[in-house]
């Protein structure tokens, strides 16, 4: 959708987000089953390169770990990196994040013997699209003067607010070149997950001042 309104000449959109009190059952709340296969998103294919001796794939690492698992097999000879959500949405949720997402260690490890090592984990508000979008950047230019990334690729499986993040990003550093957005469909996805609003926020993304 984003990469839609940047091609229509979009001026400017407001994205309104609600921050939850709570998700239901905390670390154990299901967002989606029936999981069916990994697939780019329609708009946000690049180039592939075929050489894949330094891939990377960014996950934005929420509680739905078994789709961090699907995802990171699908890529299983690339260098997995986490996006989590810090500060995150509510004080306890960092916890409960990192609780779901180390069941998934042996999937996304790289052979490391951290779970939370810094060479592959980044941190970035779960609230704030402009910050996170601004650390992928610092990230990928820092990952690439050491060596080149062959193909990355990106899946925004945490808070909406950080898929926007990854999302604006995309469309202002990836086009027409060896980055793609990729997401484990499945079949089902649960309705409702949350309990309450704590904050709601507005993020208006004016496209002119993004080319």
Known sequence: MIRYFSVIDVKNI???YTDPVKYIKK????FSSEYTDVRQIDGCQGIHNPDTNNDYLIIGAGYDNLRITDVSK?????KKVQ???FPSLQPDMYQENILKAYISEE??????????????TIFAPAND???????????????NKRKAMTNLYFCPLSTKAQT???ALYFITNCLDENVSIIFPICKQYS???TEGIAKIWKYTVDFSQLK
């Not at 699908?74 to 690339?78: C, F, I, L, P, T």
């Not at 999937?107 to 592959?120: K, L």
């Open 74 to 78: 699908s890529k299983a000879n690339s």
């Open 83 to 85: 996006l989590f959500g």
């Open 191 to 193: 309705r409702e997950t």
């Open 14 to 16: 407001d994205f309104i």
């Open 164 to 166: 926007l993040g990854i």
């Open 27 to 30: 670390e154990q709340t299901d």
């Open 129 to 143: 699209p402009f910050v996170t979008a601004n650390i992928i950047k610092q990230f990928v230019t820092k990952e």
């Open 107 to 120: 999937a996304t490890s790289n052979g490391r013997e951290s779970f939370i090592d810094p060479e592959s």
